[in-house]
C-alpha cells in the first residue's frame, strides 16, 4: 500500500506465520548399532584392547554417511555370500549390493527434494543398471537369483518389450537403409568374388 511506512511493513513482514519443518525421512541406515565398528577397523585384534572414548571415536555414532554405507554394503555382502570365503561369486563382486544402497540413499534424498533431477536420472540410471545385471544373473543361475533377490530386498520386473510409433517418414528411412545394406552387401561379395578368382590363378600357376 503506497501510504505504509518502512517500519509498517517490516513489522508485517515479521508478523507472518513461521514455515512448517519438512518431517525428516526415515534413512534405511537407522538399523544399524551405533555401537557397531567402522568397516576398517571391525576386525583389528587391537581394538580389544583400546580404551572407550577411542572406540566410541571410531564407532558409527561418529561417522558420516558414506561410512555407514560401506558398512553396509558389508553386511548385504555377507547375506549373498555362498561360503565364508566366497569372493569371487557373481553377486560378491557384482554392485548388485551397492546399487541397492545407493538406490535406497537417492530414493531417501528425492523424497526430501523432489525437483532434483540431475539425482533422479542417475536413480534411474542406476535401476536400469541393476535391472540388466539381474536379468543376466536370471538367466545364468536362477537359484542364485531368487536367493539375492530375498535376501536384498529387490523385486525383480523384466524390461518391457520395445515399441515404436510407426510413421510413414520412419518406413521409407528404413526402407532405404536395408536398400543400401543390401547394395553394400553385393559389393563386398563382388569383392570377395575377385579375389578368390585372383587365389585361384596364383594357385594354378605355381602348380604348372
Not at 518389450?161 to 510407426?166: F, L, M, N
Request: net charge positive.
Amino acid at each position: 500500500h503506497p501510504a505504509c511506512t518502512p517500519v509498517l511493513q517490516a513489522a508485517r513482514g515479521y508478523a507472518r506465520p513461521a514455515a512448517k519443518k519438512k518431517k525428516d525421512t526415515p534413512s534405511h541406515l537407522d538399523d544399524l548399532p551405533p555401537t557397531l565398528l567402522k568397516k576398517e577397523y571391525a576386525n583389528l585384534p587391537i581394538m580389544s584392547r583400546v580404551d572407550d572414548v577411542v572406540k566410541r571415536v571410531l564407532s558409527l555414532e561418529m561417522a558420516s554417511q558414506k561410512e555407514k554405507m560401506k558398512v553396509k554394503i558389508q553386511q548385504l555382502v555377507e547375506k549373498v555370500r555362498r561360503s565364508p570365503s566366497d569372493n569371487g561369486s557373481f553377486e560378491v563382486q557384482g554392485k548388485l549390493k551397492k546399487g541397492r544402497v545407493l538406490i535406497r540413499t537417492l530414493e531417501e534424498h528425492l523424497q526430501r527434494h523432489p525437483k532434483d533431477k540431475r539425482n533422479r536420472r542417475l536413480l534411474l540410471m542406476d535401476l536400469d543398471r541393476r535391472r540388466k545385471m539381474l536379468g543376466y544373473l536370471r538367466r545364468v543361475n536362477y537359484g542364485t537369483f531368487e536367493n539375492t533377490c530375498q535376501q536384498l530386498g529387490i523385486q525383480y520386473s523384466p524390461p518391457q518389450p520395445y515399441s515404436r510409433h510407426v510413421t510413414k517418414r520412419w518406413l521409407v528411412k528404413k526402407a532405404l537403409c536395408i536398400k543400401v545394406f543390401q547394395e553394400k552387401q553385393k559389393l563386398k561379395a563382388a569383392v570377395r568374388r575377385k579375389q578368390r578368382r585372383e587365389r585361384q590363378a596364383k594357385a594354378r600357376a605355381a602348380q604348372e
